[in-house]
DNA sequence: TTGAAAGCGATACCAA
DNA sequence: TTGGTATCGCTTTCAA
């Protein structure tokens, strides 16, 4: 007698249930080969007969059939997925670098996991989750690393690029875009169009990004013999940049060129800027950076520094095929931005 | 003499590799108990003493374990992840309502995968890849389904929610603003402001949004006694409504109200009417539909119909809920967006 | 309340 | 080139 079997047995003395989709062994029995040929023949890269690969090729597009991804990541240890980390943020440069992502992505046959840090909560909080599936690779984006989450992350086998976060003391990899030299181009950009009175918006205080595009402007300034000329404090969002353009012109005396940390508040600086009467570029330049889609609406026509996103994108994949390949990671990558000139800076 | 093992068993023959990560195996050897009565401990509805339980939860969360979600979903045949499929689109609309959906899954310890239908493709292109993962729902958002793809979908065990489409042929639900009301009480506000010349810019062709909003308007029109002044087609893009709006301008006589069937397109049409040396909403009166963040930047201060979101994605999450729990699905829902008066209707 | 054992669906080793 | 079998890590009967 055969063994007894708890679940959907083929024995008939067991209740058949019908299988909620074709499996590799349903293929195998109705061509009367081994479920093993069966596996092989759908990668074509084994050793097999081209007929019964053909055979077994043909039976499996027939009935649709597509091979288990979770049983398959079990043995393997390999998801095909790529976890993304992302925090919140309105800001329309994540959007539109994730939909970039994905194109990059689905060229290597990759898939993607979202995950949200809850608001008010740090990556620590969504780890534990991240850490359930098995993804191939974990991507951080837009989110601070403190360095709690950062040693639960060296802890896992969890291969980690950082997005345009520097990195900190984990053994990950990190891409980024060269802010400080975009900081420079802005910088000297505005200095050539004249300017000698600038001021900067700052993103949230404890931004790498927003303290690099800043360092990079005071050094341009510098190197010119100059100093920033004001200061205000923003929170990259469209709101916190208008705010912090009503603080510059709070001052006395005005500035006569503006670089906001990002496209987003140097936008809503440029709203303000006009409820005050104010026009863009002949009373003041301003300049942006990341190069969001709205950057280039003619209502605001914005100069700006474009970031490689798709050469960042491309770098974080290559990092990640090589995690897969098992060499060690952690390097940091630094590639260079575009100035973008447009009309909010051409008088 | 033991079985023989390929890979790493725990017979001392055979060569030891250490897990990846922590195992329920590990936790039952540790605590000399077996690992069912680990995995009945995590999940605290099952009969085990308090003692046990708690034995087993301590070591689980010291040595950070987590029941690995693939082993796990080949069993329940439930991998708590939801499928989004989009399609290409830069309208902030989507990831303004990504984020919303983000946070309605994690309320429900759901994660989410994110498909996107290559250019120029169509939703049947990454069906097969889908259906690879094991979801437990799938949602299609900003993407027109093709019959053949209504066909597959169907014919799989893989619960479908249409978001702001029309539902096809197909078995699966949708949850849809009421894009007809919607254009209604744009049209009935536009005649409360005085507009006898309404214009409408379109979106695609086949975009069922545009064409219901586009039917609301114009019935409110034919209860007051008038008809569209003059329609536009668009694409849903800025550009598209900025070239959409000259055209309109081309004509010998101007409208004296534009509702265009999304606010990325109503903001396009408005940068076009101040490039072309005219006022909103002195000129012409403009209005929208979702209501994106960009709606209420000052610069434009849009009037829109306000999509309930939030509403929307709970009404989807309760369908994938009630389809979990083998309920059946086929239900069409819709729900009335609220009308957001702003400036560019003002007069 | 607990443990042993049978799978979930696939891959990969080994021997034939 | 093929089939048999052991596993991946977990849940779930069934028996104790």
Partial sequence: MPKRRARGGKTADAPQRPARYP???????????????????????????????????????????????????LITRKSGIVGLIVGESQNP???????????????????????????????????????????DACILASVSVT?????????????????????????????????MDGGRLIGEHLLDCGASRIAFIAGPENASTSIEREEGLR???????KTLFDKAPGDYSF???????????????????????NDIMALGAIDAMRSAGLHVPHDVLVAGFDDI????????????????????????????????????????IYLNGKLQIRGSTRV
């Fill in 219 to 225: 050094l341009s300034l510098e190197a010119a013999g």
């Fill in 147 to 179: 360095t709690q989450a950062d040693r639960m992350l060296a802890a896992q086998e969890l291969p980690t690029v950082l997005l345009n976060r520097v990195p900190g003391r984990s053994h990950g990899s990190a891409v980024l875009c060269n802010n």
């Fill in 239 to 261: 709101d916190g940049g208008a705010a912090a353009m009503r603080a510059l012109l709070a001052n006395p005396q005005l500035p006569d060129a503006v670089f906001a940390a």
């Fill in 293 to 332: 889609t709205a950057a280039r609406w003619p209502g605001y026509d914005l100069t700006t520094v474009a970031q490689p996103v798709d050469a960042m994108l491309s770098r974080v994949l290559d990092i990640i095929k090589n995690a897969d390949a098992g060499f060690a990671n952690g390097e940091t």
């Fill in 93 to 135: 440069f994540y959007s539109e670098q994730l939909d970039r992502l994905l194109i990059h992505l689905a060229e290597r046959n990759l898939q993607l996991m979202l995950f949200r840090v809850p608001d008010g909560g740090s990556v620590g909080d969504v780890i534990p989750v991240v850490l359930q599936y098995q993804l």
């Fill in 23 to 73: 499996t590799a062994m349903i293929i195998a029995e109705k061509l009367g080969v081994s479920k093993s040929t069966v596996s092989r023949a759908l990668k074509n890269d084994t050793s097999i007969s081209e007929t019964v690969r053909r055979k077994v090729q043909r039976l499996a597009d027939e009935i649709g059939y597509r091979p288990n991804a979770a049983a398959r990541g």
